[in-house]
């Protein structure tokens, strides 16, 4: 069991979290095109980093460090969170090789959960870890974001395709399943390789392996089966197979448009898997992570399904407005995905606290 030293640490931590996302929530308006105060220099382009490392690298390392149960894995959220920050505050390598440390953290408790639990949905997450760690070091060595990007796109996806995996493994899959999933696995990391020689090829590569995947989670995940039940089991179904749609569209576009590094399309090939997959798998998952992470119940309700509805429509506006060329509906979908996000940890909040009284 947890000491209450090693609970009183996760809170910091998620705060640290908390602030790495509003940083970037506030960034990503400035990026697309809002006239909102910057308070530091260079503070649209940190969106990216912010978002992902220092949100996303802290939220997933926080919560596998309290699965490991080791105080020394909170080294891993901490780096995460504390080298996004200071890759806002100081202009230099001090903030990615903060965060590159936080990623071999993140190994190293991959590693020790791969030891302790040996299964193939442990391997495929610390895989991703690698990939991240990989990502971070061409990062550091001041590769340019797009060709880092897609390391990053692969940690986030097979690290929520292995907790998929981990959450459905009561249910037995059949060899043809387990063979073919391996096989995208495998098609993903030779996509990543491939950006490396060639980005316009890799990237094609890595966006038919996300719509494979996207295909396998459909028919395989457990979600098929929960979204006939009630509560907080259907809701998080709902978010499950919702995302995956989204995988499935970046993955489509990832494979039309190649190794874009900027403009509308690039807006349009990175959100449909940062928003519409990644955060949908987030509002599925909070109703799980947060208690575990906490020490306290958290009860459902069903106002959670309104930030979702308004994630996926707000999304939609956006993507329709970069794949038109059409400058308002992406800016406007754009501020929509900032005020749905800010939504749900409102309610969130709201619902701990209601939790927490009763």
């Known amino acids: 069991m947890p000491t209450t030293h090693t609970l009183r640490m996760r809170l910091p931590l998620l705060a640290l979290a908390a602030l790495a996302l509003l940083a970037a929530l506030w960034a990503g308006l400035l ?23 220092g949100f996303l690298g802290t939220l997933i390392s926080l919560e596998r460090a309290v699965a490991l149960e080791r105080r020394w894995a909170y080294l891993a959220p901490l780096l995460h969170a504390l080298g996004a920050l200071l890759a806002l505050a100081l ?32 391997g495929v997450m610390l895989t991703g870890a690698l990939i991240w760690l990989i990502g971070n070091l061409f990062w550091l060595s001041g590769r340019s974001f797009a060709a880092v990007v897609p390391w990053w796109i692969g940690f986030l996806v097979l690290t929520i395709a ?8 009561l249910r037995q899959l059949p060899i043809t399943a387990t063979t073919t999933f391996l096989l995208i696995i495998v098609w993903l990391g030779g996509g990543l390789l491939v950006t490396t020689l060639a980005l316009d090829l ?68 990175l959100h449909t898997l940062f928003l519409g997959f990644v955060f949908a798998m987030i509002f599925g998952h909070a109703p799980i992570i947060l208690p575990a992470v906490l020490r306290m119940p958290v009860t459902f309700s069903g106002s959670f399904y309104a930030p ?11 993507v329709m407005g970069d794949l038109l060329v059409w400058p308002e509906a992406r ?8 005020l749905v996000l800010l939504v749900f940890i409102a309610n969130t909040l709201r619902v701990i606290r209601r939790s927490k009284a009763r």
């Open 331 to 338: 800016r406007w979908g754009g501020l929509l995905n900032v």
């Open 31 to 53: 990026r697309i095109g809002w006239a909102v105060p910057s308070f530091v220099p260079g503070l649209a382009l940190a969106h990216g980093p912010l978002m992902v490392a």
């Open 202 to 269: 890799g990237v094609r590569i890595v966006g038919g392996s996300l719509v494979a995947l996207a295909l396998w989670l459909l028919r395989y995940d457990i979600a098929r089966r929960t979204i006939r039940r009630s509560g907080v089991t259907r809701f998080i179904a709902v978010c499950m197979l919702s995302g995956y749609g989204w995988l499935g569209v970046s993955g489509v576009l990832g494979s039309l448009f190649g190794g874009v590094v900027a403009g509308l399309r690039y807006d349009a090939l």
């Open 91 to 122: 202009p230099g390598p001090l903030g990615p090789l903060l965060i590159t440390l936080g990623a071999c953290m993140l190994v190293l408790i991959f590693g020790a959960i791969v030891r302790r639990q040996p299964a193939l949905f442990t």
């Open 162 to 169: 292995g907790e998929r995996l981990e959450l459905g493994r």
């Open 308 to 318: 979702l509805i308004l994630l996926h429509l707000s999304l939609a506006l956006r």
